[in-house]
């Protein structure tokens, strides 16, 4: 199990080994429902001890505990992929402008006005390590992990990408709008969050897991290797 010495060093497009020892789960934005996540996994059996948990970003906002899942950062066997929620925070943070903190505050954030400054800045920073994308081999396969969706038409291109690239990895919506199916190239599934969906949705081999946890629907945690041996 690897622990979270070396989640401290910014990798912005992070690549986990293979978990020789455990399961792999993948879970839909948490926006502060610790407590619900708690139920799943022991739900789930989770070994703390040789499992992963892997998360599609926005851990917090909306719900309410977004301290609890802020401390999941800490747990060696917890990863996450960096999602809209967390760039406000980080955002709002650098620049402390009037403008992010209304855009921060109109999103949820309005639990960080009871926090002290110092700990919002620890959680800026803490935030500010975790990778835009995620890869990881599971059963054979090449898995990545993007919050809001992968808008390049190679997976390999996402060291390469641009600004507006990255905004549409944590905002865009297109995708699932336009009901793309065209494959990502490098990869055999992708992965992601953002948009709510009725039922976990795969269109091409992009994969949209979030149902909407803040708004009272199921929180999604997919068995990976499970899940890939259905397919």
Not at 46 to 57: E, P, S
Not at 221 to 231: G, P
Request: hydrophobic share 40%; proline share 4%; glycine share 8%.
């Amino acid at each position: 199990m690897e622990t979270n010495l070396h989640k401290s060093v910014f990798q912005p497009h992070l690549c986990l080994p293979e978990n020789q020892t455990g399961r792999d789960f993948l879970v839909s934005d948490l926006h502060g429902h610790r407590p619900r996540l708690d139920t799943a996994l022991l739900d789930l059996n989770f070994d703390f001890n040789r499992d992963r948990l892997i998360a599609v970003g926005d851990l917090i906002d909306r719900g309410p505990d977004s301290q609890g899942c802020l401390a999941l950062l800490q747990e060696p066997w917890f990863w996450s992929v960096r999602g809209n929620h967390e760039q406000m925070l980080i955002d709002t943070v650098r620049e402390q402008s009037d403008s992010l903190w209304r855009r921060w505050l109109l999103n949820g954030g309005g639990w960080a006005l009871d926090q002290p400054d110092i700990l919002i800045r620890d959680w800026a920073l803490d935030l500010a390590q975790l990778p835009l994308t995620l890869t990881l081999d599971c059963r054979g396969q090449t898995l990545g992990v993007c919050h809001a969706e992968y808008s390049g038409a190679d997976w390999g291109q996402r060291t390469a990408a641009s600004d507006q690239q990255v905004v549409e990895w944590l905002w865009g919506r297109s995708r699932l709008k336009l009901h793309n199916n065209l494959p990502i190239e490098g990869v055999d599934w992708v992965f992601s969050g953002h948009t709510v969906v009725p039922e976990v949705q795969i269109l091409g081999n992009s994969v949209f897991i979030e149902r909407g946890a803040y708004l009272d629907n199921p929180l999604t945690v997919i068995d990976l290797q499970q899940w890939l041996l259905e397919r």
